[in-house]
Every structure is written in structure tokens, then in C-alpha cells.
């Protein structure tokens, strides 16, 4: 009872009960946090602790960042929610935390845009044809593809050589362009360029043989929406196959690559996949990179 009776008097303050909304809808930085309640760092990280301390939040680490998600049981968060109607501001928080998201995203397409057209010639982490061809190789002969995260295609031009059909995705308008453009140059007519994002694709469900994630997946605001949006559109006996950074602590990629996370354990794959219905789920690092920050490939594979 003791703990149900702090719990309810720390939410009784606007900004914590603002905070534990916010943390329901979406795991949320300091920084993010300040910007959505405007407020300054001090002030929010104080709210913070006195939730984590209360059980309330919790976080974790992405090298120098912490991020903050709900801990605080359902029935709470129920009541809660019923109390903020007698906060005008809880909902102005909503359109705000939208628009956060948003940066996140554009910080992203902006790097990826600026990209277009020179992305064969720049190095990106962790792409190597070694780990591509040990991906290829498990799959094949002809059959839909769709290549989530494509870029400007290099890789979807490489298994349009063989499939009866690739579906390239990508979320930078620019990067559709020129891939479509080079497609259409090269005279690759099973080649096909969609502007979309890897947690709503453009595509039915169903209908895809292989969904392949190179390099894709540490893009992604939500892996596991990504790894689902993967599930939906594939057939019954499709299969999926990630290229993916290794965890690592090149803290620089942030801001180098636009990289939302720091890579993925091979257990974080895996319970990725099987969270998502995925079966015959396997694992392996196929390659290390053989200078500094020596970042290591993860291969996972799985079957709907």
C-alpha cells in the first residue's frame, strides 16, 4: 500500500504525471524530454530519478545517451491518464512528442539525402560483400524480393540480376529518385522503387518471397515494428535475412551515420524474430572489419 500511495503523490505533480504519459507512448531521451515539456535538463532529470527510484521508469544506455521508458503498472497508468484531462498542457505534449519524433526521423533522411548518388563511393559501416554473399548464398534461385532500407539500390540491382521481381524501400525521397533513374538506365525492368518506411511498408501482405534488411535495421525507430512489417509482408514460407551491425560503442556513429542504435547482440536479433512470429531463426557474425572501430556483421535469418 505504501508504494501505491508514493506512486499516486509523485504523479500528483503536473510535469511528473506529464513525464509518465509521454514515457507511455514512447521511450524518450532527456533531451527529447526537455524539448517536448520545456523545461530545463536539471529539473527533468530530478523528475526522472524520482521516478526510476519509485519504480515508476526505468532506462537504458546507448553510450553517452540514456533513454527512458515506463515501468509503472497498467492500473496507474489508467488513472493517470483520466487525471490529465485537468492538464490543458497534456495535450499540447501529444502534437509536441509527434514533432520529436519527427526530428529524429528527418535527422536521419537528411543525412541519407545528402547521400544520393554518392553512396557506392562512401564508406558505410559494416557493409562488406563478404557478409552480402553470405547472405546470398542461403538464399535465391528467382523469387519476390523486397530490399527494406535499400538506399539508392546497389544492392537490389545485384539480386534484380536473378529475382523475378525487387521491391526497393526506402524513406529518402532523393535516394527512390536516383535508384529509379539508375534502374531505368541500366535497363532493369524487374526493378522496382517505392518511397516508404520500414515500419509502414508500401507493400501488400503476402505477396513478398524474401524481405532482406542490409545495414537497415539500427535506421529504425522501433526494430521490432520494422522485423513485424517484414512478417506481414511476407508469404507462408517466406523468409527474412538481416545484414546488421554487431553492438558495438562507436558512440561517433550517431552523428556520423545517423544511426539510431549502436547495433544488436545476436540475442537481440533473435528475440526479435521469433517476437515476430519468425521460425527456424538462426544467427551469426559473419564478418569483422579489420580496422578501427572494427565493427563486426550480424547475419539472422528466419522463416514465416
Do not use: C
Not at 96 to 103: E, G, P, S
Amino acid at each position: 500500500m505504501a508504494s501505491i500511495l508514493k506512486s499516486l503523490r509523485l504523479a500528483a505533480d503536473p510535469n511528473r504525471l506529464r513525464v509518465l504519459l509521454l514515457l507511455e507512448r514512447e521511450e524518450l531521451s532527456v533531451a527529447e524530454l526537455q524539448e517536448i515539456l520545456g523545461k530545463g535538463q536539471s529539473r527533468i532529470s530530478t523528475h526522472l530519478a524520482q521516478l526510476k527510484q519509485a519504480g515508476l521508469v526505468d532506462h537504458r544506455r546507448m553510450g553517452k545517451n540514456a533513454f527512458y521508458r515506463i515501468k509503472a503498472p497498467a492500473e496507474l497508468m489508467q488513472l493517470l491518464r483520466q487525471a490529465a484531462r485537468e492538464i490543458p498542457e497534456a495535450e499540447q505534449d501529444i502534437e509536441a512528442l509527434r514533432l520529436a519524433l519527427r526530428k529524429r526521423r528527418d535527422k536521419m533522411r537528411r543525412y541519407f539525402d545528402e547521400l544520393a548518388g554518392r553512396f557506392g563511393k562512401q564508406y558505410v559501416p559494416g557493409r562488406s560483400w563478404k557478409g552480402i554473399a553470405e547472405a546470398l548464398l542461403k538464399l535465391m534461385p528467382p523469387m519476390v524480393i523486397a530490399d527494406l532500407g535499400a538506399g539508392e539500390g546497389t544492392i537490389s540491382q545485384l539480386m534484380a540480376q536473378r529475382a523475378r521481381k525487387v521491391i526497393a524501400i526506402d524513406n529518402s525521397e532523393k535516394m527512390v529518385e536516383f535508384g529509379a533513374e539508375l534502374a531505368r538506365r541500366h535497363g532493369i525492368g524487374n526493378l522496382e522503387y517505392r518511397l516508404g518506411d520500414l515500419e509502414d511498408v508500401p507493400i501488400r501482405a503476402g505477396t513478398v518471397d524474401l524481405a532482406f534488411l542490409s545495414q537497415a535495421l539500427h535506421h529504425a525507430v522501433h526494430p521490432e515494428k520494422a522485423i513485424a512489417e517484414a512478417w506481414r509482408i511476407l508469404k507462408k514460407g517466406g523468409r527474412i535475412a538481416i545484414l546488421d551491425l554487431s553492438r558495438h560503442h562507436f558512440e561517433e556513429a550517431r552523428e556520423l551515420y545517423a544511426d539510431l542504435w549502436l547495433g544488436f547482440t545476436e540475442l537481440e536479433v533473435a528475440k526479435y524474430l521469433k517476437g515476430a512470429g519468425f521460425q527456424n531463426v538462426e544467427t551469426a557474425l559473419v564478418h569483422k572489419e579489420e580496422e578501427a572501430p572494427y565493427f563486426e556483421t550480424v547475419l539472422a535469418t528466419g522463416v514465416k
